[in-house]
């Protein structure tokens, strides 16, 4: 019997502090190391994004857990009206759906007295 696959996205995140210069250079780098996709993701018919999943160390953290929660929320926010963009330009011929399983495996937090102190330095 042959199943049918979804394909699937899986997205990593880089720190909210970084730069565009450093967040450009890892999307980059995490980008090469998967598979190039196999049609264009904007000819699905629907788009699922999975709740987001937490390494060991993260979990464990209760801090940790309370900032990935927010950057879930923000990443809902952001991908939403590019599916709905979708959405409308594949009414017509869209097939399938696009799995979408985002993935914290590191995260560091800040605190706010720390990036006070950070940028007083020269």
């Known amino acids: 019997m042959i199943e049918d696959r979804v394909p699937t996205v899986r ?3 880089a720190g ?6 450093k967040l450009e250079s890892v ?15 904007s000819t699905y018919a629907s788009y699922e994004l999975k709740q987001m999943a937490l390494s060991s160390p993260v ?3 209760e801090d ?14 952001k991908l939403q009206p590019l599916f709905d963009q979708w959405k409308t330009s ?5 097939s399938g759906t696009l799995v979408i399983e985002p993935q ?10 720390a ?8």
Not at 16 to 21: G, K, L, R, T
């Open 90 to 94: 594949s009414a017509t011929g869209g």
């Open 64 to 77: 940790k857990v309370k900032v990935a929660g927010d950057l879930e929320s923000i990443l809902k926010a």
């Open 16 to 21: 909210c502090a970084a730069s565009p210069e």
């Open 11 to 13: 997205l990593f995140l």
């Open 27 to 41: 999307g980059r780098a995490e980008s090469a190391r998967l598979a190039a996709p196999t049609k264009r993701f």
């Open 59 to 61: 979990n464990g953290d």
């Open 104 to 113: 914290l495996v590191s995260l560091r937090v800040v605190s706010a007295g």
């Open 115 to 122: 990036r006070f102190w950070w940028d007083l330095l020269p």
